[in-house]
């Protein structure tokens, strides 16, 4: 019996010796842990440069003697196209997220207007052609939503509010007198600032880190303009301003945008240190 408890002692000796030495032993490295996938990261000031056509619209042609002018009615009243130039500091708060200021100048484009009237002196209808030119400075600060991203192109949209200054110059209008001579007065320039706003939609497709082209559509709402006073071409009478109400704009852009910082990628994985744990 003492041999066998002897036997029994030592057993349990051996046992709890190799549970202690193998609790000596480092667990192995924990593994790699791997996290969502996360899109390259974009913030940092970036300046902008733009082209773009103008196609503009005007809702009314307006003076105060068409409201005294028998059946008077305006039969057209159409700006020519033209260019535009832009320019531009804004910030990329995220991936989704962008402001910008910008500044530009609304290139001359041709106004073509005619109106008839009947005239109850002589009984027979009349009409005024007129020609004029007009050019703006445009000032907006828009915000924009950019929708994601697929093989470098980014689909957006956004809006914009700020200051026209519009300019209406070499204003002419020609017609017939009730004797059916021809008649012709001018008008000078005159300028008028208006509240201004912008709808915008478009693609930017990434060039490089940090430069982006753009192709973008805005919708603008440039206000109203008006010329001097309206004077004839003796010099014998004088009326007031022609009024051009509700100038509105369907512009096509180009423009560049280059990022002071460069798009950052965050890792996908992460790898833990070892742990060591000891009895």
């Known amino acids: 019996m003492a041999r066998a408890g002897a036997f029994a002692v030592a057993g349990l000796t ?11 032993y480092s667990r192995p490295y924990e593994p790699m842990v791997e996290l969502p ?7 940092g000031w970036y300046l902008r440069g733009d082209i773009g056509m103008t196609n503009q619209r005007l809702g009314k042609l307006n003076h105060e003697n068409f409201a005294i002018a028998p059946a008077h009615q305006v039969v057209d009243k159409n700006f020519e196209s033209g260019m535009l130039f832009g320019v531009g500091v ?13 500044g530009e100048y609304r290139g001359e ?47 957006f949209i956004g809006a914009g509010i700020g200051m026209s200054r519009n300019t209406i110059h070499s204003f ?31 693609v930017a497709y990434q060039l490089a880190p940090n430069v982006s082209l ?17 004077v004839g071409y003796d010099g014998a009478q004088t009326i007031g301003p022609m009024h051009f109400d509700d100038i509105t704009s369907h512009d096509l852009k180009l423009g ?24």
């Open 14 to 24: 051996a046992l709890l010796s190799g549970a202690a030495g193998a609790a000596d």
């Open 37 to 43: 996938p996360i899109e390259d990261v974009a913030s």
């Open 90 to 102: 804004g910030y990329q708060w995220n991936n989704w997220l962008r402001t910008d200021i910008t």
């Open 109 to 155: 484009t041709g106004f073509h207007g005619l109106d008839t009237w009947y005239d109850t002196f002589n009984g027979i209808a009349r009409f005024n052609n007129y020609t004029a030119k007009k050019s703006e400075w445009l000032f907006l600060a828009n915000i924009y939503a950019d929708l994601g991203t697929w093989q470098g192109i980014t689909p």
């Open 172 to 202: 002419r209008d020609t017609g017939i007198d009730p004797w059916l001579s021809p008649t012709l007065a001018y008008a000078n320039a005159d300028s008028k600032w208006n509240f201004a706003w912008a709808l915008h939609a478009g």
């Open 214 to 230: 753009e192709f973008a559509y805005r919708y603008v709402n440039l206000g109203k303009g008006l010329t001097g006073n309206i």
């Open 256 to 279: 560049v945008r280059w990022l002071f910082n460069d798009r950052v990628k965050a890792p996908s994985m992460i790898e833990l240190p070892p742990l060591m744990h000891r009895g």
